[in-house]
């Protein structure tokens, strides 16, 4: 009864359009007045307390940091690299759209940050040259998934504080997936666009020259993702460190290299890093207060018996947890569903064997497709602002680009070795 209305209470606050961090909280209040003898402060001290924790800093300083190279200057040079990369391919200016998403994830950790930062200027820029606009809006909201899982990444951060995974080891397993993610988008986006008759970028042909000048013109901004992993693997700081390295890196080139901040602007970044993070942290917190009830009901325990009576071939059990966590990423934003679902599915999949560092890639991996999978779909809803596409146009030209994620993902839960291999050779594993 209690669990019924724990879950009954999030379906109803979810399906009237009450925000995830409100249902969560608002559920948790009603199954504890109505189904227990516990305090209702629990829900608030459970929220407070859950957030007092030193690698949990990482998150918001990664978002500062996100924001002051977004405004900063660092998107324009990491696009005039991409165009040089692949812009004379056909479809050009899709790819470019793509790669310059893969760059930028490596920097902001975000996936509406990389739609925001590279889609405000790449979707216009498409529909100009007469490309469809949900083809384009579908392409960046698609582009901007790989957000969180090429490193850093924010879900990878709180995975790793949650299941006790080293979130070092976490940032490795990440690149290879991200990368070949990217290049299955780049490959979908390449067919539509040669069956469209889109054309390269300004029928340009590739020209090594042109590829060294522009990676030199974005050499400031290439360096970001290689002290923030060079230093974390190579021993000099903690991911935390690492963040507040690259919010201080950032404001140095923005304010004194590219010279495109301003103090005003870097005071209007702040207040905007405020104003997300504080978001995030609210819902950090209420879903640890759901997540702290559910355990109380012993709600992981049934889920973990029923799969583990279903099967104990990993590989039955992984197809059973990934078409969940499909479902749930198309109506439970990433961060609420990693502080819920972590702490149920870790115990199980270490019970057949998957190794802790392989599932969060797969967890991640799957709520990063929730990115793009309607109602929920944050980054169609950021794509669709952005670029001035209406919603309904995205959501048919994404599917696709869902496709394309969703065979990357089969390859990643089943072939191992593509999120474990960097760990095992550098050690951090």
């Known amino acids: 009864m209690t669990v019924a209305l724990l879950f009954g209470t999030l379906f109803i606050c979810l399906l009237i359009g009450v925000p995830i961090a409100i249902s969560l909280g608002v559920s948790a209040l009603v199954a504890i007045y109505f189904g227990s003898n516990l305090p209702l402060g629990i829900i608030a001290q459970k929220a407070f307390t859950s957030l007092d924790s030193f ?126 993610i990217g290049i299955g988008l780049m490959i979908t986006a390449y067919f539509i666009a040669k069956k469209r008759g889109y054309k390269s970028e300004d029928n340009a042909s590739f020209s090594f020259k042109d590829v060294l000048k522009a990676t030199y013109d974005a050499k400031w901004a290439l360096l970001i993702p290689i002290i923030i992993l060079g230093g974390i693997y190579g021993g000099f700081f903690s991911p935390t460190e690492a963040a507040v390295v690259a919010v201080v890196y950032a404001l140095i080139i923005g304010l004194f290299v590219y010279k495109e901040l301003t103090w005003k602007s870097v005071f209007e970044c702040f207040r905007e890093a405020v104003v997300i993070n504080a978001t995030t942290m609210i819902i950090i917190g209420l879903s640890v207060s759901f997540a702290y009830f559910m355990t109380l009901e012993q709600v992981p325990n049934d889920i973990s018996s029923f799969l583990t009576e279903l099967s104990t071939n990993p590989i039955v059990i992984l197809i059973a947890i990934n078409i969940i966590l499909l479902i749930v990423g198309m109506f439970i934003d990433t961060i609420s569903a990693l502080v819920i679902l972590t702490p149920i599915l870790l115990p199980i999949v270490i019970a057949v064997g998957v190794d802790p560092i392989h599932f969060g890639v797969i967890l991640v991996t799957n709520l990063a497709i929730g990115f793009i999978t309607p109602p929920l779909g944050v980054n169609l809803f950021v794509a669709s602002s952005v670029g001035n596409v209406k919603f309904e146009k995205i959501v048919m030209a994404v599917i696709p680009f869902l496709f394309s994620m969703i065979v990357c993902l089969i390859l990643i839960t089943f072939l191992p070795s593509l999120s474990l291999w960097l760990p095992s050779i550098l050690g951090n594993k």
């Open 55 to 180: 690698p949990l800093l990482a998150i918001p300083f990664f978002m500062l940091a996100g924001v002051l190279m977004s405004k900063g200057g660092v998107s324009k040079r990491l696009l005039d690299m991409a165009a040089a990369l692949v812009g004379w391919i056909v479809g050009g200016l899709s790819l470019v759209t793509i790669v310059a998403s893969m760059f930028f994830a490596a920097i902001s950790g975000s996936g509406p940050a990389t739609v925001a930062a590279i889609g405000g200027f790449m979707i216009p820029e498409m529909k100009k040259k007469k490309y469809d606009g949900g083809f384009a809006a579908a392409v960046s909201a698609s582009a901007g998934s790989i957000g969180v899982i090429i490193p850093p990444s924010i879900p990878f951060v709180l995975y790793g504080v949650i299941g006790s995974v080293s979130v070092g080891s976490m940032f490795l397993a990440g690149i290879l997936p991200g990368i070949i």
